[in-house]
């Protein structure tokens, strides 16, 4: 490797890879564009906060929820009627109630 003492070439201690999966804020950042900060999260980016170029917290997206499990009704009334066939339906029996009250 040739050095030389122009500025535009090459160095051999510096860096030339940018790391674009990660995203930085300063606390001002937080402070006075935390609207833009909270796009980013919603968009499911990692953000570093960091305090005079030191990083100091992580903000990390919150993981998707998972899907909640509905009880199996039918299963539930199987189990406690068994195959016994009602007369009246359910719906009958509520509008026979609320033709009783009003």
Do not use: W
């Not at 790391?19 to 833009?36: E, G, Q, T, V, W």
């Not at 997206?61 to 509905?70: I, N, S, V, W």
């Not at 199996?72 to 009246?88: E, P």
């Amino acid at each position: 490797m040739v050095y030389s003492y122009n500025r535009n070439v090459y160095a051999p201690n510096q860096c030339d890879a940018k790391m674009y999966h990660m995203k930085k804020a300063s606390i001002r950042d937080l402070r006075y564009r935390f609207s833009k900060v909270e796009d980013l999260l919603r968009e499911g980016e990692e953000i570093h906060i960091t305090k005079r170029k030191r990083v100091i917290a992580r903000l990390l997206p919150p993981e998707p929820a998972a899907p909640k499990e509905f009880p199996d009704f039918l299963g539930r009334a199987r189990k406690l009627f068994g195959k016994k066939v009602l007369k009246v339906s359910g719906a009958e029996l509520i509008r026979r109630e609320r033709d009783e009250r009003f």
